[in-house]
């Protein structure tokens, strides 16, 4: 198990950059993949992207391909989630997340909101 606590969110123009981290206790940290979602007001939660426990795979969701970029520091239990050229349709609470692999989401953080203003 690991607990997950995600910080780096707030409020930025569009065309702006936000970058999120994902801080998690727990010695298994490398073993997990490790993943970020949104949850937009009023819609469902939606995958965003995810990184392998080595960092060698890494999956996008279309809509955000080539603006977002995850990365991984296994020796500081951290994910990070560089944001760039956010939209407004990127206004969401974001939600980092572990897993054995990708799409076995286990554990999830409690969310960090991110407000893009056009």
């Known amino acids: 198990q690991v607990q997950l606590v995600e910080s780096g969110g707030g409020l930025v123009q569009a065309g702006g950059s936000l970058r999120l981290s994902c801080a998690a206790s727990?010695?298994?940290?490398?073993?997990?993949?490790m993943g970020w979602f949104r949850q937009a007001p009023g819609k469902e939660r939606e995958f965003v992207v995810a990184?392998?426990?080595?960092?060698?795979?890494?999956a996008y969701a279309d809509s955000v391909k080539g603006r977002f970029t995850i990365s991984r520091d296994n020796a500081k239990t951290t994910v990070y989630l560089q944001m760039n050229s956010l939209k407004p349709e990127d206004t969401a609470v974001y939600y980092c997340?572990?897993?054995?692999?990708?799409?076995?989401?286990?554990?999830w953080g409690q969310g960090t909101q991110v407000t893009v203003s056009s």
């Open positions: 727990g010695r298994t940290f490398s073993s997990y993949a």
């Open positions: 990184i392998s426990w080595s960092g060698a795979r890494t």
């Open positions: 997340a572990a897993g054995r692999s990708f799409g076995s989401w286990s554990n």
